[in-house]
């Protein structure tokens, strides 16, 4: 019996070690702790309550990526016209606010907070960032009080999706708040329409931070993904462990900058699209295109022709040569234009139908060949029918079983 009760005692022994061994250690308990002990800023008070407060200054010797700091200031006063369509025609770098939100959600509406308001801008110093954070729900109203009162000082609003997301959410909690909305009073630059038209035949994607990579070489280090932000927000509003909020502060940040510094690229081409300097022939196409929009043709040839020079995918490269076509033929350049489509219709591609179609449009009724004419319809009719080509045909048919008319006889002289 006490044998048994010995093995059992060593039993025990073996069990405890072994719970030692693998017991998961208690995480210590994070004490709370407020934002404006850990970021550099103030507590701003105004008529409806307080908030939170901080500024950073990124200093003119700086580079963020490919643009210098100091350059910004230096930014041509009409640079925001063109790409504006004439709602900016001349306004000093100075007095532009680069602005992006932080919220609690994506889906907008009532029940989307902005917690986070950054407002970029340009001085002697270098490239200043204001940040408006309400610590609590209810300290919205300050927030946006005070951000109201710092937006008197611009008379432009540029944002990167702004027009879509940014503009309508804030005017929505101005509204929410009882207040007015100070953006009405600013003509708003949304920079993603013009990055797209020339980045996205190139780069799958046209997100800010992408470009930032891609476009401007600045790659993030320790960077907190934008899907991450509300629950970050939310946790924060949970535990009050202010440190969980220092990489959005830098996340926002970052963005404004990067903003302003593609700023500083993006109007330029389309201000000079001849000046433009662009490593691919993608981003010379998007550029070319609007261009077209704007009716601006011989502009608009001239980049076409050095996005052919520097190098096209395949893909890209035919669609390029028949709108350059297009272009020929609508400036009346109807040898240029025949030399084009004639290129297209020698080799196998996707626009090699429309370059037969184009052909038989030329003979028919430029050249009155309509034997030569025939044979591109047929040719365009094997690779790509339509009604049109169709209806092509059958004319080109009647007219070629024709009789050709007589020729008038002379009467004799009595």
């Given amino acids: 019996m006490g044998n048994f009760h010995q093995q059992l005692a060593l039993l025990r022994q073996k069990v405890a070690r072994i719970d030692r061994k693998y017991a998961v250690a208690e995480k210590p308990r994070v004490a709370p702790c ?21 500024e950073r200054l990124y200093e003119r010797h700086r580079r963020h990526g490919s643009v210098g ?5 230096d930014l041509p006063e009409n640079l925001l016209d063109a790409l504006s369509e004439g709602a900016i025609p001349q306004s000093h770098p ?11 959600g994506l889906a907008g509406g009532t029940g989307t907070y902005a917690f986070l308001i950054g407002v970029g801008s340009i001085d002697e110093e270098g490239f200043r960032v204001r ?7 209810g300290e919205e109203a300050s927030q946006l009080a005070s951000l ?15 027009k879509a997301y940014d503009e309508p959410l804030l005017e929505t909690r101005y509204r929410m708040v009882r207040s007015r909305s100070p953006l009405t009073r600013l003509e708003h630059l949304d920079l993603l329409f013009g990055a797209r038209r020339l980045w996205k035949l190139r780069l799958d994607s046209c997100r800010l931070v992408d470009l930032e990579n891609r476009v401007l070489g600045v790659e993030r280090q320790g960077d907190l993904p934008g899907e991450m932000i509300p629950y970050y927000y939310f946790e924060y509003l949970r535990m009050r462990q202010a440190f969980r909020l220092v990489p959005i502060f830098h996340h926002n940040a970052m963005d404004i900058l990067s903003l302003a510094c593609l700023t500083a690229i993006v109007p330029a081409a389309f201000g000079s699209p001849d000046g433009a300097w662009f490593r691919h022939g993608a981003d010379l196409i998007g550029l070319a295109r609007w261009l077209l929009a704007a009716g601006r043709d011989e502009e608009a040839l001239g980049l076409y022709r050095r996005a052919v020079e520097l190098g096209l995918p395949d893909a890209l490269l035919f669609r390029a040569l028949a709108e350059i076509g297009a272009i020929e033929k609508r400036l009346g350049h109807d040898a240029a234009a025949l030399e084009v489509f004639s ?8 626009c090699r139908a429309h370059a037969f179609q184009e052909l038989a449009k030329h003979y028919e009724h430029r050249e009155r060949n309509y034997t030569m004419a025939m044979e591109m319809t047929r040719s365009a009719r094997n690779l790509e029918d339509s009604p049109e080509l169709e209806r092509r045909e059958e ?3 009647r007219r070629l079983s024709a009789k050709p008319p007589k020729p008038h006889s002379k009467r004799k002289k009595p």
Avoid: C
């Avoid at 700091?69 to 200031?73: G, K, T, V, Y």
């Avoid at 109201?148 to 999706?161: E, I, K, M, P, S």
């Avoid at 290129?343 to 996707?350: E, G, I, K, R, V």
């Fill in 94 to 104: 100075k007095r532009w606010a680069f602005l992006d939100t932080e919220t609690t």
């Fill in 131 to 137: 940040q408006f954070f309400m610590r609590d729900y």
């Fill in 343 to 350: 290129d297209l219709a020698a080799s196998p591609n996707p």
């Fill in 69 to 73: 700091i100091a350059d910004l200031i």
């Fill in 148 to 162: 109201a009162g710092y937006l008197q000082r611009f008379d432009v609003l540029v944002t990167y999706n702004g």
């Fill in 34 to 54: 407020l934002i404006e002990e850990i970021v550099s800023g103030e507590v701003v008070e105004t008529t409806f309550g307080a908030h939170f407060e901080t």
């Fill in 395 to 397: 004319r080109l048919t």
